[in-house]
């Protein structure tokens, strides 16, 4: 049977029956929030992605490049991203993959701008993700992290790490900024947008969001 369906294992069902509800509540998904993180919040202006190539790592359905409209490539790396055609990603202003994060159908230093919002701690294997972000990052190029750190695993979050998960992109990556946030709200990017910074002098262990920009090594 194999070519004719792909059988879905539990994390992407989860992942797809969630976009799917999503999908229903919102009409058409709503994308405008990704303008501002991919460009004031690392303190990129929008011209600097004039002519760049983009890559964005389970990107998920929403059309989180539409903005780019400056950019000589922007494609959104995801392997549900067949799936996502279903539900409007194929009328977007943007290019899907449809191939997992361990293992990249693009060739070394081939993009200018590489991020993952939201996706890190979804991969399958985590050691393999970081080392296909660094080969894809093209030097002196930069990798943009959002990411939820210190949660329990769930199906479609199976990865848990920490805030020294910055160390292990130190191989290929330089680290410019770096910004922890207390998840203090509901979700990751209005918890960013209201702005409460991570107090480490409290012991509990709870969610945080870690906000990364680094520069590919030459
Ligand atoms: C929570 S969604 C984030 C979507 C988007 N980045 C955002 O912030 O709105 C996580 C995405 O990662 C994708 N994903 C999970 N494992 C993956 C893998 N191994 N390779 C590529 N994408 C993966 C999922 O399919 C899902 O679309």
Not at 1 to 9: A, E, M, P, Q, V
Not at 168 to 195: C, P, Q, T
Request: glycine share 8%.
């Amino acid at each position: 049977l194999k070519g004719f369906f792909r059988i879905r294992n539990s994390k992407e069902t989860h992942e797809l029956d969630y976009w799917k509800k999503r999908k229903a509540l919102e009409g058409t998904l709503i994308n405008s929030h990704y303008r501002h993180f991919f460009s004031d919040h690392f303190g990129l202006p929008l011209d600097y992605y004039t002519g760049k190539r983009i890559l964005d790592v389970g990107c998920g359905p929403r059309g989180s490049l539409e903005w780019a409209e400056q950019a000589q490539e922007r494609i959104g790396l995801d392997s549900l991203a067949s799936a996502y055609g279903e539900i409007g990603a194929n009328s977007q202003k943007m290019r899907y993959v449809d191939a997992p994060s361990e293992s990249m159908p693009f060739s070394s230093g081939w993009f200018d701008v590489v991020s993952s919002f939201n996706s890190l701690d979804h991969v399958d294997d985590l050691e393999k993700t970081i080392k296909e972000i660094g080969r894809v990052t093209k030097p002196g190029g930069l990798f943009l992290l959002l990411v939820e750190v210190n949660h329990d695993p769930t199906p479609c979050e199976p990865i848990v790490f920490s805030w020294d998960v910055v160390d292990a992109f130190k191989e290929d990556f330089k680290v410019l900024e770096l910004r922890h946030y207390e998840k203090s709200a509901n979700g990751m990017y209005d918890s960013i947008h209201a702005g409460v910074l991570y107090d480490h002098s409290n012991p509990a262990r709870r969610y945080g969001i870690l906000s990364a920009k680094f520069l590919r090594l030459e």
